[in-house]
Each structure stands twice: as structure tokens, then as C-alpha cells.
């Protein structure tokens, strides 16, 4: 009898201590303009490994400041390649752990119907108030609009009319509700399963900018947590890669 008690002892306490090691949790930094794809596959994750991803949505530029000064993030991924590159530079990450997740599609969007022609000439007509586009210094992809409307000519004559979003989802929240006829957005806050889901867009062609290369990286804080890998590795799925594509992302 004792020795059942003990064996029974002996399994409950490895069960307890079993659970936590299998179930673990890792704070995200994600680009705001990778908030649906990350969302679900974050739970196609939770739902395949037990594993639990809590995510923090915004500014890539603003995440880099944050963890260069002690964020407790994990993981990063970021709307660019070159902030993971600085932070491996700076010694805050894990060695070889770098790679490309997505390539990003940048869109110029309207929540009107047939206000924006597939062409994207309703930017050199000029029949609206104000554009949106995103913090350049901050957002990759105002980066990219602005390297399209510079190589498009436009630049000069359209800044009087830019209404500047602090990363890409205040940018997408100016013209979808009005407050911008239109604007430069991410193609993922506008599509899904492969279609845009409301309003009129052009897809601006990659070779009108440079590469939206959005990279991720295992941070240092994250070295010995399970779910900080798994998540990474995940990533590289082609579950993973599937969900990404169906919002515009290239792989």
C-alpha cells in the first residue's frame, strides 16, 4: 500500500511540474501591420502546442526603444529588416536566430468605393483633401509610400495634403473612417483570403519601392523560454506561411 501511495506520490508531482515545462508562455512584439495574420496564427499555436503567445500590437520603431531599454518581450517582429539587424548588432539577441517572416505589400486604399483606380492615377488628379500615410521616420511602409510618391513626382505637390499616422494601423483607422479620402496602408489590413475586403486600392508594384522585408528575431530574454522558440519555428510553418500569404504577404 505505501508503495502505491508512493508511486502515486511520485506521478502527481511530476504532472505538476510537467505542465508548466510543456505549456509556456512568450511576449510578442509585433508590427502593427502583421496584427490579423499574427492573431490567428497565434491561436492555430496556442491550439497546436499549448503554448500561449501574448502579443503587443504598434510602432516598430517605438519596440525597438522598448527592448534596447528592457521591454520584457521575447520576440520581435518587426515591420522591417533593418531594427533586427540593430539589435543583434547591439548583442540583444539570439545568435542565428534572424530571419525574413513576411515581405510586405504596400496598398493605396480607400474606403469608398471606386475612389481609387487600379492604376493609382487618382494620385496625380489630385480630387482629394487629405492622403494618409504613416510616420516615415518611424513605419516602413510610409517609408515606401513616400519612396513612391518621390519616384512618381508627387511628393512636393501631396504634402500639404498628408495626414501623418503614428505607425500603420492609425494610418488605416484615418481613411477607413473618413478622416483621409485615402491613404498608404499595409495590403494585409485590407485583404483576406486573398481578396480586398472593402472600399477600392491599387497594389503598388514592389519595383516602385524598396523590399518590405519584415524580419523577426528571438531576443536575448527569450533564449531559455519554450514557447519563444516554438513560436519562431512556428513561423516557419507552412501553416504559418499559408495564413500569411492570404493577407497579401509575400514568403
Not at 6 to 24: G, N
Request: with cysteine.
Amino acid at each position: 500500500m505505501k508503495n502505491i501511495m508512493k508511486s502515486v506520490l511520485v506521478a502527481v508531482v511530476c504532472i505538476l511540474f510537467a505542465v508548466p515545462a510543456m505549456a509556456a508562455e512568450v511576449n510578442v512584439a509585433v508590427a502593427a501591420n502583421f496584427t490579423a495574420p499574427m492573431r490567428q496564427i497565434a491561436a492555430e499555436f496556442e491550439k497546436d502546442t499549448g503554448h500561449t503567445a501574448v502579443l503587443a500590437f504598434g510602432s516598430s520603431g517605438k519596440f525597438l526603444a522598448q527592448i534596447k531599454n528592457g521591454a520584457p518581450f521575447q520576440l520581435f517582429l518587426s515591420a522591417d529588416d533593418e531594427k533586427p539587424a540593430q539589435l543583434v548588432k547591439d548583442g540583444l539577441t539570439v545568435a542565428g536566430s534572424r530571419f525574413t517572416y513576411a515581405i510586405g505589400t504596400l496598398v493605396l486604399w480607400s474606403a469608398q468605393p471606386g475612389f481609387v483606380d487600379p492604376k493609382g492615377e487618382v494620385l496625380s488628379k489630385g480630387t482629394f483633401a487629405r492622403i494618409a500615410i504613416a510616420n516615415p521616420k518611424l513605419a516602413p511602409y510610409g517609408s515606401a509610400a513616400v519612396e513612391v510618391l518621390t519616384k512618381l513626382g508627387l511628393l512636393t505637390a501631396l504634402q500639404p495634403k498628408f495626414v501623418q499616422g503614428e505607425n500603420i494601423s492609425q494610418t488605416y483607422q484615418f481613411v477607413s473612417t473618413g478622416n483621409a479620402e485615402l491613404g498608404f496602408v499595409a495590403l494585409s489590413q485590407v485583404m483576406k483570403n486573398g481578396k480586398i475586403t472593402t472600399g477600392s486600392a491599387w497594389i503598388v508594384p514592389g519595383k516602385q519601392h524598396s523590399p518590405i522585408r519584415q524580419d523577426a528575431v528571438l531576443l536575448a530574454t527569450g533564449k531559455d523560454n519554450a514557447a519563444a522558440k516554438a513560436l519562431l519555428s512556428y513561423l516557419k510553418t507552412e501553416k504559418a506561411k499559408t495564413i500569411i500569404r492570404s493577407y497579401g504577404y509575400q514568403i
